[in-house]
């Protein structure tokens, strides 16, 4: 099984960014489709992104469309979260979760449908 760890959220202002970072340790991600998922305090666990297994097929939360960017470097064993334009509405636990997946471009955007999960990355945005 696959290890999954993240980095990289912080205390940030509305209208700034920030860079999350999921690294894979124990086993290579190329097999996995990948996801980043939120959970506000009180609130559902819910999807921002997921990305196919190959990289070239990606989903987006309409809530975040068009401000934040998924990408893997299946090299480096990495799948990473760009977070442009940033809200006090996105203030969350970030989750980023792994799956099994025989499609090279399938994308997946329910928690059921994933299995690794890691531990979780507080990002906060001020007012």
């Known amino acids: 099984q696959v290890r999954l760890i993240e980095s990289g959220g912080g205390l940030v202002q509305a209208g700034g960014s920030l860079t999350l970072s999921c690294a894979g340790s124990?086993?290579?991600?190329?097999?996995?489709?990948m996801g980043w998922f939120r959970q506000a305090p009180g609130k559902e666990r819910e999807v921002v992104a997921a990305i196919s297994r190959g990289g070239a097929e990606a989903y987006y939360a309409p809530s975040v469309k068009g401000r934040f960017t998924i990408s893997r470097d299946n090299a480096k064993n990495m799948e990473s979260l760009q977070l442009n334009s940033l809200k006090p509405e996105d203030t969350a636990v970030y989750y980023c979760a792994a799956t099994n997946s025989l499609s090279g471009s399938s994308t997946y955007s329910s928690a059921k449908d994933y299995i690794y999960w890691g531990q979780g990355t507080q990002v906060t945005v001020s007012s």
């Open positions: 124990g086993r290579t991600i190329t097999t996995y489709a």
